[in-house]
């Protein structure tokens, strides 16, 4: 007898023929003869059309109040799904994030989990029901409702899973597992059998998007495998699981480009200690998220420094450049809005040499310039032309034979 | 300093532009210097779609699954009024049953409330909030969410009146008052300036329908002061209180008429003890709702027994009554389904004569046949023919005077 937590998120119960089928999934799980949870989210748009009501009341509602607010989603959803189960024959219950013992902090709109009541939903298992529990929301020590930030109800399941100690944290999805790279570009790109959370945290930072970070970090933490799957076919998905040793054997799991982003230069900045950190606490301060950072010395006394932001951040990167012009000295500026970001992520980095080679190589066969380039311990990152960002996809998945499985590609 | 607790309807919060007027009026007690609580119900047709949507899944839906979904239309509706009141400058939280600490028994769907926490009302008072509290729901022992049933934001509201001892409990609603008689009938019909419970509750039991009689009834028990008045003009309603002396001067308060009646007579039933019981103890089991009960002896041994029903009712109570057939013997049964009630109130009754005689001389003035009579303390009902409600309802209120004030008619 094991424990299977399920989440389904919005897309999955956008309907009653989607909520019937979601719900027929746990039931089919429960008759296998485990405990099932089902983590939902709100119903297709219903969070966008909440959002919308509040905007045209307060364009600055107060987060407490949305917290309160968006939560009623899930909780209609649960509520649905729980009578739909009736209706099914099975024996559910629908849980609240404050029913079912979901504790966060008080941090309205971007709560942290801080514990969870396992035993009430041990309990709820001893009468046989299927417990639904409201995703992305909890409930903080006074009693106010919380939500969990983006990807939140993700990161309900998996926290539940790691609660439950769940054989399994299954997350429902419109696509059917993860894949080597996005097949929209690379159309031979293929499903991944097994992942290690590093390389999809990796991924999932670089945009590929199936799980946000977060949830992925919780399972990490607490070693809880997450299979991601389809919510329309029954077949298996990807694992997210911690690293196993044969993963090291393969050179790159996972390709990736991301787009519109932009890149600012500073050209001959002063090379004093505390430059750099002025620069990017004051970024930080204006709410620019900074994805890479490169820095290299052109003399003893000068530097260039550039760092890539999402284009949605541009405006406020470049004011808050322009507000340090009187603290920080620099020759020039430059901005390009014409970049992508081609990345490829392996665990097998650390142990294998060339990768990067191999990389540039490919790209150059391609005709592919190349801007800069970053790396980190498993994920080796180049800047390219925006419109070359197909190919150089394209050129890279070819290289590493990312459309045959790990175990097919030559060494 | 007082205590105003306002209540807000379905139709007086549908839109933004009615959440805002809504929340005005609940500003402006505050600026007068009172605390303010404001109960508010789901807006418009939210609670309508719900059930549907909960039908579309299970046309037997599980009560509490139901109240965890109904619930989230109330919690919706004050976090968005929450929200326009901070827009507009006023500090307010919003809260659901289980927050208030509004407790209640675990009969899922009709709750009976058992306490509620005025403590957390007053902490947020003295934080200079305005307390916007989710009509119609609570939370049972368990955590369990809860509703109240029909009429259930007047019940939430009453009650939170009686236990923060407030001045007085604001009904705002799309009238202007209680009238004299319904206006739509009886044209010259003028707003009260004030009725006592007593009154009230034979009006509403008798289809006046302004307040459930259950909020009415949780008002007398606490001597809530009760003021049902218009969310669109502000111009003072109608006080219902407990009695004051001057109301036995008034003979007759208010006047209403009932359609959609049914009249089922059992002609010369076994005049036996016991046989009266059996048959309205078998229309109870059968979930029969029956109004008024006339019995007459015809013999020693027989007596004609006839009740009246609401039309919907009609066919179960059929059913009931053919059920009975062999263990009750009378000689024939008769059913009359165009019939309607028109009756007067007014504890003035208690110590004036003539009242009766006065009513039965205005409808044989009008030529309108009475069927039969029944009477309560401060209550005369006369069944008549259907098509005769409208001249008799106005015959009646002009025989009493409805068009003036209490203070003006002849006594």
Redesign the interface.
């Known amino acids: 007898m094991g424990i299977v937590v399920q989440k389904f998120g919005g897309t999955s119960v956008a309907d ?1 023929v989607k ?2 089928k979601a719900a027929q999934r746990a039931i089919d799980a429960a008759k296998k003869g485990n405990n099932v949870v089902v983590v939902a989210s709100a119903r297709g748009k219903q969070t966008d059309h ?1 959002i919308a ?2 905007m ?7 987060r ?3 917290d ?2 968006l ?2 989603g899930e ?2 959803t ?3 799904m ?3 189960m ?2 099914m024959g099975q024996k559910a ?2 849980m ?1 994030g ?2 079912i013992g979901m504790r966060t902090d008080s941090v309205f709109s971007k709560a942290r989990i801080q514990s969870i009541d396992a035993k009430k939903i041990h309990a709820e298992f001893d009468k046989g029901n299927i417990v639904i529990v409201a995703g992305f929301q909890g409930i903080d020590e006074n ?3 919380t939500t969990l930030g983006r990807g939140g109800s993700d990161t309900s399941a998996v926290a539940l899973a790691a609660a439950l100690k769940a054989d399994v944290c299954e997350i429902y999805t419109d696509v059917d597992g993860i894949y080597t790279a996005d097949p929209r570009v690379y159309k031979k790109a293929i499903k991944m059998k097994q992942i290690s959370y590093d390389e999809i945290l990796e991924l999932a930072s670089l945009g590929a998007g199936v799980m946000h970070g977060r949830s992925i970090e919780f399972g990490k933490k607490y070693d809880v495998t997450i299979h991601v799957r389809s919510s329309l076919v029954d077949i298996e998905g990807t694992l997210i699981t911690h690293e196993v040793p044969q993963m090291e054997g393969i050179l790159v799991s996972g390709a990736t480009s991301q787009k519109n982003l932009a890149k600012i230069g500073l050209i001959g900045v002063e090379n004093t200690p505390g430059t750099a950190a002025k620069i990017f606490a004051h970024l930080a301060g204006a709410k620019v998220s900074v994805n890479d950072i490169i820095q290299t010395e052109v003399s003893k006394e000068k530097a260039n420094l550039s760092f890539t932001v999402g284009n949605s951040d541009l405006l406020d990167a470049k004011t808050a450049i322009e507000e340090l012009k009187s603290s920080i000295k620099y020759d020039k500026i430059f901005i390009r809005e014409d970049i992508a970001e081609i990345s490829v992520v392996g665990v097998g980095m650390r142990s294998h040499y060339g990768v990067a080679n191999k990389m540039f190589d490919a790209l150059a066969k391609a005709k592919v310039n190349i801007d800069s380039i970053t790396t980190s311990e498993i994920r080796i990152s180049c800047i390219v032309d925006e419109d070359q960002a197909e190919t150089a996809l394209i050129a890279v998945c070819d290289a590493f034979e990312l459309d045959k499985p790990a175990e097919k590609r030559s060494k």
């Open positions: 009653a909520i019937r909440l009501d509040a045209e009341l307060n364009s600055n509602p107060p407490r109040e949305m309160q607010l939560s009623t909780q209609q649960v509520s649905l729980a009578i739909a009736h209706g219950v629908s609240t404050g029913q009693g106010n409702t």
